[in-house]
């Protein structure tokens, strides 16, 4: 991967030798205002050789190209309310896109899903969406297993991304992440429902006129009833794009488009 491809959109965290967890072997969490450097969740800790870190994980807020594409995004499903109006919605304008799935929701809800993911991708977005920055490497890595685990038997992919709560990471994340192969995905472009509450076609234009080429939009199908603002104008969303002339890739795509033809495969 040449220098370039590690700023495009994101970063390269490289991790030698001496970079690993914490030697703890139960995991742990630390309440919020304790920061524990050493022997804790901090990324450099000492007694760290024994976490097997490969050091090649990378983050993703957007990928640069000059294709007119962009990724949408609906996280901390599949929920009973609005998964499957979204998964209609994305089915009528034939629009893929990324679900980073809760696992504990996919353990309840998980036949939202069955036979409808065909166009679709799926990412991990944790178990049970705690605030992973006050975690050490070892409680991480639970929260990964447990959710990866139950996404793949519930719907047969095994997923490749991983989006961490709140956007909220600590470096205990990303060694957990990086240990189970994951590559980092965050959003360069979030709906905004508070704002457009009382106009939710404004929502949509919001959407339409800030479109960029690689940009990840950000987009909840659970959660408190204003997410349901963004949710109503999807149509509208993809409807205004594709005059704009912008089509729609999952995530993975988005991240193979934007890599320099020497780094593929
Ligand atoms: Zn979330």
């Known amino acids: 991967m040449d220098r370039r491809a590690l700023f495009r959109g994101g970063l390269l965290v490289t991790a030698g030798a001496a970079i690993g967890a914490a030697a703890a072997t139960i995991p742990r969490v630390w309440p919020r205002n304790h920061l524990p450097f050493d022997g804790g969740y901090a990324p450099a800790a000492d007694r760290v050789d024994d976490y097997d ?23 901390d499903g599949p929920g009973p309310k609005w998964t499957s109006e979204v998964l209609d919605a ?9 679900f980073f799935l809760v696992g504990q929701n996919v353990a309840a809800h998980g036949d939202l899903l069955r036979g409808r993911l065909d166009r679709h991708e799926v990412g991990n977005h944790t178990w049970s969406h705690p605030d992973l920055a006050t975690m050490d490497a070892p409680a991480v890595g639970k929260q990964l297993a447990r959710a990866h685990d139950t996404i793949q038997a519930v719907t047969g992919r095994a997923p490749k991304l991983f989006r ?21 995905v965050l959003w360069s472009r979030k709906m905004n429902e508070d704002k457009y509450v009382q106009d939710p076609p404004g929502q949509a234009q919001d959407i339409v006129e800030h479109a960029r080429p690689g940009q990840i939009i950000l987009a909840h199908d659970v959660g408190p009833a204003n997410r349901y603002v963004a949710l109503s104008q999807l149509g509208a969303m993809f409807t205004g794009l594709r005059q704009r002339g912008f089509r729609f890739v999952t995530v993975s795509e988005l991240i193979a488009l934007g890599r320099p033809a020497s780094d593929a495969g």
């Open 164 to 184: 961490p709560p709140y956007g909220h990471i600590g470096g205990s994340t990303l060694m957990a992440a990086d240990k189970a192969g994951y590559s980092l």
């Open 53 to 75: 870190v490969q050091g090649r994980i990378t983050a993703t807020w957007h990928v640069e190209t000059s294709e007119p594409v962009v990724a949408f995004t609906f996280d």
């Open 90 to 98: 994305l089915d009528h304008y034939q629009v893929p896109a990324t």
